[in-house]
């Protein structure tokens, strides 16, 4: 069974920093590249960062320069470091793992939401 847990959403202020986690199971991780996306009420989901198997990163650019992807194979852990937070970053974030070969194989997790607000 494939899980995706993130963790480390909640409230904090504009300027303020935040470290989601995203744990895998039930996936050969280091095969999948791994992703961050979100989406606040009324609009679509949108990519946020991706990092591939070769720790390659893309970037939404409207985070480009404050969040930073990274990914612990040994851990089957994903992370995004995001800094100086906009109440625009304010969205529920979900994890999601494509194989790197067969990518009809997409799994989500659940979300967290991360608000920015003073």
């Known amino acids: 069974q494939v899980q995706l847990v993130e963790s480390g959403g909640g409230l904090v202020q504009p300027g303020g920093s935040l470290r989601l986690s995203c744990a895998a199971s039930g996936i050969t991780f280091s095969l999948n590249t791994m992703a961050w996306y979100r989406q606040s009420p009324g609009k679509e989901r949108e990519l946020v960062a991706a990092?591939?198997?070769?720790?390659?990163?893309d970037y939404a650019d409207s985070v480009k320069g404050r969040f930073t992807i990274s990914r612990d194979d040994a851990k089957n852990t994903v992370s995004l470091q995001m800094n100086s937070l906009k109440p625009e970053d304010t969205a529920v974030y979900y994890c999601?793992?494509?194989?790197?070969?067969?990518?009809?194989?997409?799994?989500w997790g659940q979300g967290t939401q991360v608000t920015v607000s003073s």
């Open positions: 999601k793992a494509t194989h790197k070969i067969w990518r009809e194989r997409v799994y």
């Open positions: 990092i591939y198997s070769d720790r390659s990163t």
